[in-house]
C-alpha cells in the first residue's frame, strides 16, 4: 500500500472500533464494482463493510500512522481536508459510488461532499450532534451538528434522502452520546435497491 502525503490538518474525535451499523444497513446496496470514499476514515473503522462487498476504497486521513494500518487493497492518501486545495483524488472528476463520513465534521467544507457523488451514489454520514457536550466530549459547537443540518445539505444539492435521525444514542460505555445521521442518494436512484424493512400496508388497511 503506498501513502500519499499532504498537509496533516483534520480534528476527528476518537473513533469506536466496531464498525458503524448505519453504514452498514445502507451499503447493502453497494455492487461489486463500487467505488467508495472514506473521508477522514483513520485507520479503517468502516473500510470493511465496503471491502465486504468488493469495493474498490480509498481512504483519505491526516494520520499516516493510521493509514499504515489500513488493508493492503485501499488506496490511502494523507490529505489536508480542511485548507487549500483537497488531493487531487478528489478532483472535479470524482465519481464515488459511495461517500462515508464518520465522527468527523468540517462545516465550511460539507457542502463539497454532494458533487462526489455519482449518480445514484449515496452519502453516509454519522457524527455528534448538537447537545453532546452533556455527554461528554466532542463539545465545541464546531464540531456538532446542529439539528436538520444535514437535511439541509441535502435539499441544497437536491439529494433523495432515505433516512435521517438525530437523537441520544447509549453506550456501550456510561454516558451514550448525541448523534446526526443521514443516508442520502443523488438522482436518479433506484430505491428499490434498498427495500424497507417495515412490511408494506397491505389493500385496505390503515396507516
Not at 473500510?47 to 493492503?72: C, S, T
Not at 441544497?156 to 447509549?170: I, K, M, Q, T
Not at 448523534?179 to 436512484?189: G, L, S, T, Y
Amino acid at each position: 500500500m503506498t501513502i500519499a502525503t499532504g498537509s496533516p490538518v483534520s480534528h476527528r474525535p476518537g473513533a469506536a472500533p466496531l464498525p458503524s451499523a448505519w453504514f452498514a444497513r445502507w451499503m447493502v446496496s453497494l455492487g461489486s464494482s463500487a467505488r467508495v470514499l472514506d473521508l477522514a476514515c483513520g485507520s479503517g473503522r468502516n473500510i470493511g463493510l465496503a471491502l465486504e462487498r468488493g469495493a474498490r476504497v480509498l481512504g483519505i486521513d491526516r494520520d499516516p500512522a493510521a493509514l499504515a494500518r489500513l488493508p493492503d487493497a485501499v488506496e490511502a492518501v494523507q490529505g489536508d481536508l480542511e485548507a487549500g486545495a483537497w488531493p487531487a483524488q478528489l478532483d472535479t472528476d470524482a465519481a464515488f459510488d459511495a461517500v462515508l463520513v464518520g465522527n468527523y465534521l468540517f462545516r465550511p467544507r460539507l457542502d463539497f461532499l454532494p458533487p462526489l457523488l455519482a449518480p445514484g451514489g449515496l452519502l453516509l454520514y454519522e457524527t455528534f450532534g448538537e447537545g453532546n457536550a452533556r455527554h461528554g466530549r466532542p463539545a465545541n459547537p464546531d464540531f456538532l451538528l446542529r439539528p436538520g443540518e444535514l437535511l439541509a445539505l441535502a435539499q441544497r444539492h437536491g439529494l433523495l434522502v432515505l433516512g435521517y435521525e438525530h437523537g441520544f444514542v447509549a453506550g456501550p460505555g456510561p454516558g451514550g452520546a448525541i448523534v446526526q445521521r443521514i443516508a442520502a442518494a443523488r438522482p436518479p436512484f433506484e430505491v428499490e435497491r434498498l427495500p424497507l424493512a417495515i412490511r408494506a400496508l397491505g389493500p385496505g388497511a390503515v396507516g
